[in-house]
């Protein structure tokens, strides 16, 4: 069985297949023979693509963030959902962190990181963990301490990898809530899968493959997300919308991917612009 945090494990094994694609230079730290061996596992049974996809996915937005970063536009990047990604060690010491997500994840990765630090594996970086499950109301607490962080930071939200596993209800509050926080100017990036994707055989194998595997005490309803809801978002605009297809005429134009096995995801990023 895999545990639905052990998900962001094997995103994190994929981006450590091609450290130099995904510019996640940090990724193997987290391998180990037992994920490996469920990234492997899920390739195999979902999609040979997926560890190239990731990869894309990574570097898009690193790319977009380091721009915003040397261009002064964004102060602080708040990842809901981080799971295992490391873009603040792949970003200037200057950038400000928040990293949020379930209570397990963000407790083992605030661990993980101080002792690399602390054996010089790692950078040192300015990062706060805050733990939140985006199926339940948020306190009070958790918002104003985001806000209190952020103080007058310009801020880019990161959402990657998360709404295929939450509903539309958990996903208009965690909008709600973005909108709520950020300014005039902010940055919002969010990754989802496509209705018209439901239709394919490979969307069918990572349905299958995510219900067989999780814990049966863990409660589970894709969700895959049109067009419409970013570009009629209420406060923003839609700056740049990509898929894994386009990414990889970008950033690897010599690789083929045949189009029917590969599982498309769609990368957005929308600027807010008003309070
Ligand atoms: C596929 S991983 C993606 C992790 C990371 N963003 C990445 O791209 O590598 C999905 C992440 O969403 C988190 N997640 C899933 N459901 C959640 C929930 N209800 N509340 C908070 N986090 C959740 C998981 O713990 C996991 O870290």
Not at 31 to 50: K, L
Not at 193 to 207: A, D, I, N, T, W
Request: glycine letters at 4%; aromatic letters at 14%; one cysteine or more.
């Amino acid at each position: 069985m895999i545990k639905i945090h052990e998900t962001a494990m094997v995103t994190s094994a994929f981006r450590a297949m091609d450290e130099t694609l995904s510019k996640d230079q940090y990724a193997h730290l987290w391998s180990s023979a037992r994920i490996q061996a469920h990234a492997d596992r899920y390739s195999n049974a979902v999609s040979v693509f997926e560890p190239h996809a990731h990869c894309l996915r990574n570097r898009y937005f690193f790319d977009q963030l380091t721009d915003l970063a040397s261009d002064g536009k964004i102060d602080m990047l708040i990842n809901f959902g981080c799971g295992f990604s490391m873009y603040p060690f792949a970003l200037p010491a200057s950038i400000k962190h928040i990293e949020i997500d379930l209570p397990e994840v963000v407790a083992y990765k605030q661990q993980q990181i101080r002792s690399w630090q602390q054996l010089g594996k790692l950078p040192g970086r300015n990062i706060q963990y805050l733990s939140c499950n985006f199926n339940r109301e948020y306190t009070r607490e958790f918002r104003n301490t985001i806000k209190m962080h952020i103080g007058k930071a310009s801020t880019f939200f990161l959402l990657e990898g998360v709404l295929f596993f939450i509903s539309r209800k958990d996903s208009f509050r965690l909008f709600n809530l973005f909108s709520d926080l950020q300014r005039q100017g902010d940055y919002l990036g969010s990754v989802s899968f496509r209705p018209q994707l439901e239709q394919s055989r490979v969307f069918g194998k990572l349905v299958s493959f995510v219900e067989g595997n999780l814990k049966k005490n863990q409660q589970f309803k894709y969700q895959t997300v049109e067009d419409e809801f970013y570009e009629k978002l209420s406060g923003y605009q839609l700056k740049d919308h990509q898929d894994t297809l386009g990414l990889n005429s970008k950033y690897s134009p010599e690789k083929v991917l045949p189009e029917q096995e590969v599982l498309i995801e769609h990368m957005y990023i929308l600027e807010k612009n008003k309070n």
